[in-house]
Structures are given as C-alpha cells and as structure tokens.
C-alpha cells in the first residue's frame, strides 16, 4: 500500500445540497452530527493501510482544508500524509478545475512524482465503508490498465449513474451515462449467471459505476493528455474503454451517493436507526475525524428513541426520535424532535455565553418547539414556541430564515427563526 496514491476530489459547487453548500464545500457537509462527508473515504484509506492521501479542493474550500488540516496528522516517523490540493494557477494553464478528470489532470505531476505503482481515484462525497485492498487485488490479478468499483442497482435507479456492461471475466465492455431508453438497458443488464456468481438479488440487474477508480500511473497520463476530456464518468472511462483494458470490481456492500437533500437526510436517519446500514460501532473500520474533547451529554428527563445524540449536547424534558443531534446541541425543554437532522454548534451557545449576550435568540432550540422532517444546521436559533413541519405538497420553496428542498425544510447554518414562527 505504501506504493499507492489515493486521489480524493473535492466535489464541484454541490448545487443539489443547497443551501448545506452555502457556506462550504460538499465534503466539507456535516455527517451524523460530529463527522464531515469527507471524513468517509479518508477513514477508508486509512483502515485499507493507504497512508498516502490528497484531498483536490477548489469550490467554497476554507471549511474543508481547516477540517483536514487539523484532523489527519500522521506522526513525523511515518512518511503519510493527508495533503489538500487547491485549484491553482499555473505557467501551464491559469483555469480552474473543470471537471473530476481535468482535476487529476492539473495536479498530475504530483502524484506521478511520488513513483506510485497505482493512483487510487474517489468522490469525496460518498457514504460507504470498503476496504481499497480487494479492488487493488483485483485490479493487479486482472492485469487491468484501469479498474471501476460498480455496485448492482435497480432498473429505477439507472437515471443517476453510468451504467457498465461486462463479460464473463469482469472486462467492462460498453459504458452509457445515465441511460433511460428501454433497449439499451437491456443490452446493458447483467445475466441470472452472473447475478448467482456475485450473489446479488435478481432484480439489481444493472451494473452502476461508483466513481472509485484505480489506474496504472502511465495508462492515467495517457487517457488524461486530451484536455477537452474533463469527467471521468462522461467522458474519459467511456473512450478508455476502446483503447485500454477496463475491469470491474463488484462490490455489494451499502454504498450511497450523497448528491441531493433527500439522499443526505435519508442517510442521516437511516444511520440512527435499529438497523443501520453501517456499523458506526466498528472496531476494524472506525470513521475518524477531529477530536474536539467535548464534556458528555446532559439530559434532563429526556425521551429518546431511535436517535443519535452526539457529545456536548444540553437536553431538557424533550422528546425526540427518528432524528441525529449534533455536538453541543442545546435543546430546551418541552420540545419535540422527530425525523430531524441537527448538525449542532461550532461552540457551546446559550443566554451564559458571551457569544448569545447580544442575540435575542439563543444558539439551539427554544422551549415548547416542535420540530418534524427538517434538516437544521450548525449554529442555528431557532427561538421557542415554533413549529416546523414539512409539507408534501410543497417541494421546493425559499422561505424567510428557511428552505424547502425534495420536501424537507432547512434552516441554514447561522440562520435565526424568531420565536412563535410556524413553518
């Protein structure tokens, strides 16, 4: 592994997560109140014993690059490093990153100076647990130029990803962006044979790439010297395909891709529930992130059920369940969470804090507030007495202090809702 770089892209502007995106990057997102979505593929290099590590930044960076920085610092005898590559400037080109391929591209000479023997390449805004030695394995004893990570999804599923067509070794044969004619997706659908070899349930037939790539150094040079190929999933596997051996790594473990509200909140409340789709208990795969030495938890006569409830929250006689709290979470009494995700606070907020002295409002949430399927940021206030429902008739909508996406109402980060508000 000391011989492999993994490469982790930053994401573009991440409009679909708006407004969580207003303020920083997608990897930067707050996950299961206390982690970050980036936070997912450093931990899986890492518990892969993949020491050599760049995070590509570029669009609303400042969040993620602080959060890297101070959580990921290998000891001096080690020769690892977790390394943030921002979009630059430079004598050969003075554009920023285009794409996830044009990225790679303008950061190439770095990773190739490292003399790796394979350049590991992933999103950094998935949810996922994998161990990056068995698509390396395959990928060596395949004699591939380029491996693809692809998971089996659902015909309804294919709209959103880049659908593989295999044979019988596992050689991708034909690749097709977000197909939707009927025709194609049954050329591209996998066989019954196939299915029972890798064990997967019939009606997963269609064979999804995941945006995890694993390429020889010279073979990633030579599909990335055109400079008008700028993505890897339209533009660059697709030619590679032609022209080089492409295999596939199947890989049937919980896998999410985290590009709208309604994936992220999903995500969120699946992992809070009885059965969670990843064991956050994991002693062989721990998720790691910044230690912040936080108090435990205070709860006074509260009721939980089916919840997260992260360290350094302050909880009166609520009442919540199906719902994530975040680290130092203020939660007065008399109210009541349900389906909410709460990212919590940057700093310990309440009437005592000379950060609250001037705020009418303080940081958390007021006495006797109901709050059900929303979404509220890190440092919100929202005041006492306010109700805030989400309403399946309205989809989309822009409020005062508030937004409503795929259904689910939003309070962003810093946002104020004053006392007796109903939304």
Known sequence: ??????????????????????????????????YRLVDIPISNCINSGLRNIFVLSQFQSASLNRHVSRTYRFDPFSSGFVEILAAEQTEESTDWYQGTADAVRKQLRRFLSRGAECVLVLSGDQLYVMDFRKILEVHIA?????????????????????????????????????????????????????????????DRRCLASMGIYAFRPEVLG???????QIDFGKEVIPRAIRKHRVHAHFFTGYWEDIGTIRTFFAANIDLASDNPPIDLF????????????????????????????????????????????????????????????MMGADYFGDSRNDRDKDEPVPVGVGAGSVIEHAIIDKNARIGERVVIRAQEELQNFDGPGYNIRDGIVIIPKNGVIPPGTVI
């Open 222 to 228: 030579h599909v990335l010297e055109d400079p008008t």
């Open 142 to 202: 395949s004699r591939a130029d380029i491996t693809v990570a692809a998971t089996p999804v659902q015909e309804t599923e294919v709209s959103g990803f880049g659908i593989l067509q295999i044979d019988n070794a596992g050689t991708v044969t034909d690749f097709v962006e977000k197909p939707r004619d009927a025709s194609i997706l049954a050329r591209l659908a996998l066989s019954d044979r196939m299915l029972d070899t890798h064990g997967v349930p019939r």
């Open 282 to 341: 994991s002693e062989d795969a721990p998720i790691y992130t910044r230690p912040r030495f936080l108090p435990p938890t205070n709860l006074h006569a509260a009721r939980v059920q089916q919840s997260i409830i992260c360290e350094g929250c302050r909880i009166g006689q609520a009442e919540i369940e199906h719902s994530v709290v975040g680290i130092r979470s203020v939660i007065g009494d008399g109210v009541r969470l349900s389906h909410t995700v």
């Open 1 to 34: 592994m000391n011989n492999v770089v993994a490469v982790i892209l930053g994401g573009g502007r991440g409009t679909r997560l708006y407004p969580l995106t207003q303020l920083r990057s997608k990897p930067a997102v707050p996950l299961v109140g206390k």
